[in-house]
């Protein structure tokens, strides 16, 4: 980690300027955090902060950043827009009424006051557009012919409007609608742009413009768009599911659930909004709750959505252990549409998923066949499938990847799985010219820095220090036991929580999350940071009390689990202290290899960013090791490390002392993990039904030139000294 980041200089507003000139939004954010602690009056910083929070679409966090500001500055106007902002983006309506009874008694222009307590008011669901003289009945008229789909007619007698009113936006705006509707994108585009220029406060050109460019794949630009619709009308339900999709389509999944939820609450029958809540709530992993906006939207359509919001749905269940369920909406679905290929693959991922392998090649297949330019298929099928030299599925997919005109998602899953292909056949020499390519592919939709991540674990660190952790264990904790297996991904978390789960006390609990994300909620409530030391025990208990309510409901027959939640090493010291009767067991490998499996992966949307660049992989496994030597240091009794290239080469052994670490008497089931039946989600799953082989190891050895970027920063640091 390079020595700046650790450095203890004294924060500096202006260098905080610097940074945010050069967009180097986390470490200005740094530098303006630093100010204000040593400075809570600096009004200046915390507007700063505000203003990066809501540029990172973090508005619910930015909402205390702008509330500071106002009660040392209340006079001064870009405050209260920007909390206003705020609060319409990520705030509930606790948070308005705060905002409101604030506004009312605040030094300000009165007209300030009345424009954003009505946009919390009479406008929040609808903006009051200037007609520029167009009668309503004309306007009315342009309104059926467009629920006619009579859109030419709509375009035409638009036009003629707008020659007799040149000023009137909502006139232009249903132009541009019209135009949209007839593919007539250029000219859509310019007259969105004109409503708006013609009426900024216009929401609903703003709508209409977002979800138009979401409808053209579009969806960074719509987030800009939409955003502006929500500033204005904080609950126009079409605005809030436009921006909940838009941020669904790019991975801020957490943003979409804040919107989509206040969508819901003004519109609970809105069946889009509920489909689009569940697939933000499937994202973080919140299954239960996706679960129930998708069922919801189902019973509301009286069992007639769409064919893909039903294979959402099954999808949904399967990741909630319902694959019964699952398994009776995709066969609907495929008994209605039997050349639906996104319903025959999701068949086939939840046949994989419970290692019926054979089975699912005939539906990965089928799909394919189906939807031949679908790199995904492809992607997911290769997973369990190893090809041989003269495979004619490694021709099929090199002709179409050369041949066809591909999204740049499907350009990325089938480079992916034709370097799959070819390291099955051997065919080493070639790998790495798609793997290269995937990768970057990945890294252009989501961009990534380094940066993130160091001061995510300097954080941890200073939240986590200057805390007597052994002497707190003695207090009181949950009585909950699980078996965190933690560690990097592809390092063999999967392999190790196998063997324990095959153990006849135990239950294989999978990638919960829940640990990890209820320790980053009790450590940081929205522009505050809290200290372990600061923390009342209540608190802490709490966690591990909410933890075991969470597995219970997910696992209700389940006497004792493990959790494969590789994101634990991070916690370990206050999951602990939640939960005293907890084990933690970090997996370790070769990080060569490790780094490789990830490189040669794709992970599920939102997950892992940093894992398709090579020089990140290297700096990002450094800070793993940082925070397990950090947590070692204090205590160092409180896991179990395994080496994965140790266990593989002497399975029994390793084994054994694993088991012991884990606090249970030795079973045979254990070495014979992969004839259990327990299901698998993870990029592992086919590896994991296999007995233990050493055939991966030192795999890196045959890509060591086009590994070179990543082995040599990992040699520098003492990572690898071979």
Not at 100 to 108: E, G, R
Not at 205 to 222: H, I, K, Q, T, V
Not at 593 to 620: C, I, Q, R, V
Not at 678 to 693: C, G
């Amino acid at each position: 980690m390079p020595s700046s980041l650790l450095s203890a200089a004294k924060p500096d507003y202006g260098k905080g300027v610097e940074l945010l000139s050069k967009r180097e939004f986390d470490a200005a954010l740094k530098e303006f955090r630093g100010v204000v602690a040593i400075k809570p009056d600096h009004a200046e910083a915390h507007v700063q902060i505000g203003r990066i929070l809501l540029a990172g679409n973090r508005a619910s966090s930015a909402i205390e950043s702008f509330a500071k500001a106002s009660r040392i500055k209340p006079s001064a106007k870009l405050i209260w827009l920007g909390w206003a902002e705020a609060i319409a983006l990520g705030g509930d309506n606790a948070a308005r009424a705060v905002f409101l009874a604030a506004l009312k008694s605040a030094p300000v222009d009165t007209n300030l006051r009345v424009r954003l307590q009505d946009r919390f008011g009479s406008l929040r669901s609808v903006s009051r557009p200037n007609l520029a003289g167009v009668p309503p009945k004309a306007i009315n008229g342009l309104v059926a012919l467009m629920k006619s789909q009579n859109f030419s007619r709509a375009e035409d007698e638009a036009k003629k409007l707008i020659a007799a009113h040149p000023k009137s936006a909502v006139a232009v705006s249903i132009l541009a609608t019209a135009q949209a509707s007839q593919k007539k994108d250029d000219l859509a585009h310019t007259n969105y742009k004109k409503a708006i220029k013609l009426d900024p406060a216009y929401s609903e050109a703003y709508d209409n413009y977002g979800r138009f460019l979401l409808s053209r794949n579009m969806p960074l630009e719509a987030v800009d768009i939409l955003r502006k619709a929500v500033t204005l009308t904080p609950d126009m339900v079409p605005a809030l599911v436009g921006l909940g999709s838009a941020f669904n389509q790019t991975d801020d999944h957490r943003s979409a659930v804040v919107l989509l939820e206040r969508a819901r609450e003004n519109d609970p029958k809105d069946i889009q909004g509920l489909v689009e809540l569940g697939n933000a709530y499937l994202r973080t992993n919140e299954y239960e709750a996706a679960l129930e906006a998708y069922e919801t939207a189902r019973v509301l359509s009286k069992d007639q959505i769409q064919h893909d919001h039903r294979v959402s749905l099954a999808q949904m269940q399967a990741k909630a252990e319902q694959d019964a369920k699952a398994m009776e909406n995709l066969d609907q679905v495929i008994s209605e549409a039997p050349d639906y290929p996104f319903a025959i693959s999701a068949k086939g991922s939840l046949l994989q998923s419970q290692g019926k392998f054979d089975e699912a090649r005939e539906y990965y297949a089928k799909a394919s066949e189906l939807d031949p330019t679908n790199g995904e298929n492809y992607r997911l099928f290769l997973a369990s499938h190893k090809a041989k030299t003269g495979d004619p599925i490694i021709d099929r997919m090199k002709k179409v990847f050369s041949t066809a005109e591909l999204s740049d998602v499907d350009r990325m899953n089938f480079a992916f799985a034709i370097a799959k292909a070819l390291e099955d056949s051997k065919d080493f020499g070639n790998v790495f010219r798609y793997l290269n390519e995937a990768n970057t592919l990945v890294r252009k939709s989501a961009p990534y820095h380094i940066n993130k991540r160091y001061n995510e674990v300097n954080l941890l660190k200073e939240v986590y220090d200057d805390f007597d952790y052994i002497g707190a264990l003695a207090e009181n904790g949950c009585e909950a036991a699980p078996i965190f297996v933690t560690g990097m991904p592809r390092s063999g978390t999967t392999l190790v929580e196998q063997i324990i789960a095959s153990h006849s006390t135990m239950t294989n609990g999978g990638e919960l999350g829940i640990g990890s994300r209820l320790a980053s909620k009790l450590i940081a409530d929205s522009n505050s940071i809290h200290k372990v030391r600061d923390l009342d025990r209540a608190e802490i208990t709490r966690l591990g009390t909410d933890y075991t309510d969470y597995v219970s409901e997910r696992l209700p027959d389940a006497t004792r689990i493990t959790d494969k939640s590789i994101t634990s090493y991070m916690h370990i010291g206050l999951l602990k202290l939640a939960m005293p009767n907890a084990r933690f067991i970090v997996v370790r490998r070769d990080p060569r290899d490790t780094l490789l499996s990830m490189y040669k992966n794709k992970f599920p949307e939102g997950t892992h960013p940093y894992a398709y660049d090579m020089k990140d992989l290297a700096h990002y496994y450094g800070t793993f090791v940082e925070m397990v030597n950090f947590w070692r240091e204090r205590v160092p009794d409180w896991f179990y490390e395994v080496n994965y290239d140790e266990l593989v080469s002497n399975p029994e052994e390793e084994s054994r002392k694993l088991i012991d670490a884990c606090g249970l008497d030795w079973e045979n089931a254990c070495l014979n993990f992969h004839e259990n039946k327990n299901k698998v989600q993870t990029l592992s799953l086919y590896q994991v039904r296999q007995p233990i082989s050493t055939s991966s190891l030192k795999g890196w050895k045959r890509y060591e030139k086009d590994l070179a970027p990543m082995i040599e920063i990992l040699r520098k640091a003492g990572h690898v000294t071979d």
